[in-house]
């Protein structure tokens, strides 16, 4: 039922379960049952992070374009 609209189970475990979901049409909206943050532990980055701090720096170049970008203390 959940999974009937735009949001996708991309990722099962062994048994066949759902541990992540995506939502079809959003740049970076995912939800996982995993723990990326275990792997810092070990002085790792895992990969989901990897992939969304990836997606911020390419969303943040694409926003820019050829604006000018005005310092924080002109604005008004």
């Known amino acids: 039922m959940l999974v009937a609209g735009p949001l996708r189970a991309t990722a099962e475990d062994d048994a066949g379960e759902v541990r992540a979901v995506e939502l079809e049409g ?40 050829d604006r000018e970008l005005v310092p924080a203390e002109e604005i008004p």
């Open 26 to 65: 959003h740049p970076f909206f995912v939800a996982t049952l995993f723990q990326p943050e275990r792997a810092a532990l070990v002085g790792l980055v895992p990969p989901i992070v990897a992939a969304f701090v990836a997606a911020i720096q390419g969303k943040r170049e694409s926003d820019q374009g």
